[in-house]
């Protein structure tokens, strides 16, 4: 094929390519005169995008106002947020809505100016932001900063020995006031190889020179102090509690009942002590008497006193706690008492318990052990378990009810427990069990259409209301003391104890069930939530 022939043959495809192209493309008439039409964009990238665009408008704007807006009302209420890690700035809700209750004046003096507790040091703000907080909850109650030195009326109301960091809590109600001085809003606490231990105990330890085995913090105590305060200073018809001296009964270090004593006053009851050996009497004013673990039996005559008192000349209205003394010998009189007339008996013995996931190891005695409620009295706001107790003798209700008084058990140990008693009985068969810890008796009677009853409540330790189990947060001993207190005495309306907010963190033991139960939720629950969670959220993409 020469030049001209191929020339030829490409010449007819091309023009047989331009007739194929044109029949596949519409011709389109041709205006000179229309104007050129916009290209219209419906795709889903654009609408989705648009949308996108509008919402994220939309949260700018948004945002905008909010900003406009907090920053009017942070001017006009001096708005604030507690941000610190144990929220030290911050009140407890319970003791905001006890602050609300109350139909008072109640007036806060600082001995000094407001530029010392505003950026003097750490403590005066936080004790500061707390009166705060309290005038927040109620607006009947006052701030006022004093000079003292300038103002001699203030120290000829208050006192002579005021100083610059001490603040006066005064109610206009009742007249009454409190000063509180410094080391009670800036409390410090001692441990030693993370075990708390007492102020006296450290210095001991100072003075054999091993300090550097003390680790010392400081916990921010203005909301308990000022609560406290509040709480003894406001009350019109303050509850007398009467620790029974005269028989060895334990009143300082973990074995006494100085933490007791001291929960009980820092929430408005006025405690005292009274000598049953010497007193022929006990005061009819006494609301409440407590024997904490008696080394001795009582007297003949010093039960008379305690029977008498409970009766109150038929008007009952009275309650005895008592806490049997873990090796008290064989007592007689207020045994024969407890058993007879209140249907109650505390044996002679301990409860052992075998379960694993009710007790955990102690320094002291070897080993604690949880115990559980038996019902609903007393037990509001105590989780379970969450009462712990060491050397612990049963007590036996006698009945459920013999006349005019009804016995019930308050507190039971959790099933695994074993009764070792200290005497020898024939064919003893050990086993494990429920057995009750501590029982209440209560003798009523009507006068017209009001009722009247005294409380009898025997303990088998006093561990249970001793020493650091108040003080362990973890633990609702110092809850249930207080449910206590407060039921029986009408008061069940008052907040509880509001323990101060450590600025360290604080470490506690737990039991073998309790890190099972942690290890199984951090070692396969959570990881299978979060794979299922990450299958779902795929497969919902994927297959949408």
Known sequence: MDNEQVTSALRGTTEQLEENVGD???????D???EPKTKKFNSRKLKHGGFSVAVTAMFIAAAV??????GLLNDRLNISFDLTENRIFSIEKSTADYLSSLDDTINFYFCSTEERYTGFEFTFEQAYEIALRFTEANKNFTITFVDRLANPQLLAKFGSELTDTDVIIESEKTGRFRVISYPEYRVLEYSIQGDRISEARAREAYDFNLGYLVDVSISAGAERAFLSAIMNIAD??????AFTTGFGEPSLGREGFEAMANLLRMNGYLVETVDLFTAAEIDP????????????????????AVSKWLDNDAQYGKNLLYFAAP?????????????????MF???GYIVQHNQYYSFPNDEYGFMQYVDMYGETFADGIASPSLAMTRIRPIWPLFDRAGATSVMPLIITFDGSIFAPFYEIEDLSLSYEILCVAAMATRTRYDNMTLLESNVLVFGSPDIFAGDLLEVHQLSNSRLLLNIFNDLSGRSGISARIMP????????????????????AFVIVIPIVIIATGLFVYFRRRYR
């Open 32 to 34: 000179e005169n229309a």
């Open 346 to 348: 505390a044996d002679y």
């Open 327 to 343: 090796e008290l010998p064989e007592t007689k009189n207020i045994g024969t008492f407890l058993a007879e007339e209140w249907g």
């Open 236 to 241: 019109t018809t303050p509850i007398r509690v």
């Open 285 to 304: 004013e006494i609301d409440f008497l407590v024997a904490f673990a008696p080394a001795y039996d009582f007297s003949e005559s010093a039960v008379a």
């Open 65 to 70: 106002i909010l900003n406009i807006v907090f």
């Open 501 to 520: 907010k450590s600025f360290a963190p604080s470490g506690f033991e737990i039991t073998a069930r309790q890190a099972n139960a942690i290890a199984i």
């Open 24 to 30: 596949a493309v519409p011709s389109v008439p041709s």
